[in-house]
């Protein structure tokens, strides 16, 4: 009997590689090897609905166990993959002993940056990134009496907005001049600063730390480089993450911040594909390489991977997406906005209810939509297809885009 | 416990019980009904839960709200007066036997 796929990961892009894989007629054995103890499971209610409760435990799951065995996909959970040999076709696992594979995947995504700062090891001082992650933080998310964010990206802004609608006092600190500097527009990061304000959320940017101080191994403050103190007995570091490429690196793939992928989702050892946060690959959208960390991403890029690991031909081409919730609002966005030298509002910002398009030498090339769903919706119908709206068009209301796609 | 009938790509039923309060989505990814994707979790952020709600069932479910029928005017397969995002569903006693029809795709 062929040893198979091995799929080593535990999150959106391992799922699906192995999802995809099965339903393109790969047939032999695959086992999937998560360093988790559980199946994969959504991520984005960590920050978000499961601290508050309102996203049960019950809901997390991807799929049911139920998909893994009707789909003959064997999970092999809490194990963590050492190393890699790939001239003798084996994973050597944390705990002895090793798996044979014919073809290997890698999904082993990201895992929050650390801030090596004196105080970073203080109990009360928190990550986010796993469900372990999510349950010791809203453990103490309850019984919190002020909170200190240090980041302010996606991570940060949901749990600042989580905090701040259970009334706790919340600092985000952050060393760029704006909010989301590496995800979002200018507009929109400004746009949230004020919602973030208006909750009653301390912003303090331009702001370093300089150290997290506390006692009897317990966080009480968060010092600024400006030697400002704030108080704090719950801290999250939430500083961007860093890609899970050490195993491959070792095992000589090439990487540079990012496993390196082509289009198919083929890393430098034809035997070997990756897919996910974990990989930096290129994008037809943005005709560069890039690394996206986001589930559209994971999915996409491993429906690419699952089709090769086939025998077949399924080029990752899909526009970038992304979503984020705070407090009442639906931000969601399509393509990618760095580089645009032009933007158009269409709807109302008082009304938090608005899109703003992107554009770069007169083409759209990114839409970001905030309780404006249906832009987001057509938007990344418009981006696929290569269509693009005028600036004056994308901003007058009475236009219909949808003649863009239907043309 | 109510039961909602998923129609599948090929055309034969599944039954499934749902626990009250739980969304038809989840009843699906709960108990491997394939065809309904889910990428968001249940977010209402991404349309690739859309299902076609049988006639027989369109008085009883409640309808979209703006943000899910913003959403459908986005769906992959073909959007029909009966349309629905199946994570904003949630079931009820009243809702026992809703059939749903799961589309031929989910994403673009």
Known sequence: ???????????????????????????E???????????????????????????????????????????????????RAESLDLAARRVSLAGGGSLAFDRLALATGTRPRPL????????????????????????RLGGAGSIVVIGGGFIGLELASVAAAMGKPVVIVEAQERLLARGVSPQIAAFLADVHRSRG??????????????????????????GETLAADLVLIAIGVVPNTELAGRAGLACQDGLVVDRFARTTDPLVVAAGDCTRHPSAFAGQLLRLES??????????????????????????????????LKLQMVGLVQGSDRHAVRGSLEQRRFSIFYFRSGRLVAIDSVNRA?????????????????????????????????? | MPAVVYVLKDGSERRVDVPEGTSVML??????????????????????CHVYVEPA?????????????????????????NSRLSCQISMTAALDGLTVRIPDKQSL
């Open chain 1, 116 to 139: 090596p700062l004196p105080g970073a090891d203080l109990d009360g001082v928190l990550f986010l990134r796993s469900l372990a992650d999510a349950d010791r933080l809203r453990e």
């Open chain 1, 374 to 407: 249906a832009d987001h919706m057509l938007g990344r119908k418009l981006l696929a297809l290569g269509r693009s709206p005028t600036p004056q068009q994308a901003a007058d209301e009475s236009f219909d885009l949808q003649t863009l796609v239907a043309a």
């Open chain 1, 295 to 328: 589930v559209q991403n994971a999915i996409d890029q491993a429906k690419t991977a699952g089709a090769t690991l086939a025998g077949q031909e399924k080029p990752y081409e899909s526009v970038p997406w992304f979503w984020s919730d705070q407090y009442e």
């Open chain 2, 27 to 48: 009843g699906a990814i709960q108990n491997n009904v394939p065809g309904i994707e889910a990428e968001c979790g249940g977010c209402c952020s991404c349309a690739t």
């Open chain 1, 201 to 226: 959320v301390a912003l303090r940017l331009r702001s370093t730390v300089r150290d997290i101080r506390g006692a009897n191994g317990r966080v009480q403050s968060v010092v600024c480089g400006d």
């Open chain 1, 29 to 79: 054995p695959i086992r999937l090897v998560s360093e988790e103890p559980v199946l994969p499971y959504q991520r984005p209610p960590l920050s978000k609905g499961y601290l508050t409760g309102k996203f049960t435990p019950a809901a997390l799951p991807l799929r049911a166990e139920a998909f893994y065995r009707d789909n003959r996909i064997e999970t092999l959970l809490g194990q």
């Open chain 2, 57 to 81: 069932f369109a008085d009883k479910v409640p309808p979209p709200d703006l943000s899910e029928s913003d959403l459908l005017s986005g769906v992959a397969a073909e959007r029909k007066p």
């Open chain 1, 1 to 27: 009997m062929s040893a198979g796929l091995v799929i080593v990961g535990g999150s959106y892009a391992a799922m699906q590689i192995a999802a995809s894989a099965r339903e393109a007629g790969y047939a």
